[in-house]
């Protein structure tokens, strides 16, 4: 489900100018409904400005008058503004300083287990630099007496997702490559 810009805030409006529910709430913003609670409380929210979704014209009026009738009921992002909030799937991902000392880790298992992966699909599941991959590879990194291989999945460096798409396209390349020899 697509969210709204700025959920928190989004929440916080609703709980100060709506009669919907705090599931019905939290289930638009993302978040649980003792969040919400916590937010009509005043515990959560301590500062934040609500942020109007009608004039953002993230919501209808009568949506709100829909889902305030039927406690059920669900809100709905408007269709317009659906194609203006997209979820970043592509990029360099932010790493924590604790998880970047896994990489070497992560990269040692994917070249065991998936010796055809390219350095280029090992960089982008792993968010690295193709200069580290070679040296785990060629076994001259700075560390190479301490890598252990670990699942990057279980390290949280990618999602299984992402890895099975990774796995799926090596797999078809390698499949292309047979048929074409």
């Given at each position: 489900?697509?969210?709204?810009?700025?959920?928190?805030?989004?929440?916080?409006?609703?709980?100060?100018?709506?009669?919907?529910?705090f599931?019905?709430?939290?289930?638009?913003?993302?978040?649980?409904?003792?969040?919400?609670?916590?937010?009509?409380?005043?515990?959560?929210?301590?500062?934040?400005?609500?942020?109007?979704?009608?004039?953002?014209?993230?919501?209808?009026?009568?949506?709100?008058?829909?889902?305030?009738?039927?406690?059920?009921?669900?809100?709905e992002?408007?269709?317009?503004?659906?194609?203006?909030?997209?979820?970043?799937?592509?990029?360099?991902?932010?790493?924590?300083?604790?998880?970047?000392?896994?990489?070497?880790?992560?990269?040692?298992?994917?070249?065991?287990?998936?010796?055809?992966?390219?350095?280029?699909?090992?960089?982008?599941?792993?968010?690295?630099t193709?200069?580290?991959?070679?040296?785990?590879?060629?076994?001259?990194?700075?560390?190479?007496?301490?890598?252990?291989?670990?699942?990057?999945?279980?390290?949280?460096?990618?999602?299984?997702?992402?890895?099975?798409?990774?796995?799926?396209?090596?797999?078809?390349?390698?499949?292309?490559?047979?048929?074409?020899?």
């Open positions: 489900m697509t969210l709204p810009l700025m959920p928190k805030a989004t929440a916080v409006w609703l709980v100060e100018n709506t009669a919907l529910s599931e019905q709430i939290g289930e638009f913003c993302g978040m649980h409904p003792l969040e919400v609670q916590g937010i009509a409380d005043g515990e959560v929210s301590g500062g934040i400005r609500g942020l109007d979704p009608v004039a953002g014209g993230q919501l209808g009026p009568d949506e709100i008058a829909r889902c305030e009738k039927d406690p059920k009921a669900r809100l992002i408007l269709g317009t503004a659906k194609q203006y909030i997209s979820h970043k799937t592509k990029g360099s991902r932010y790493t924590p300083v604790a998880r970047r000392q896994d990489k070497p880790d992560a990269i040692a298992w994917l070249i065991k287990h998936y010796p055809t992966m390219t350095d280029a699909q090992i960089a982008k599941l792993v968010g690295t193709k200069n580290t991959i070679q040296a785990v590879r060629g076994k001259t990194h700075w560390n190479s007496s301490n890598i252990k291989p670990r699942d990057p999945v279980l390290l949280g460096l990618c999602t299984q997702t992402h890895l099975d798409a990774a796995v799926a396209t090596v797999k078809t390349e390698t499949s292309n490559k047979n048929t074409a020899a």
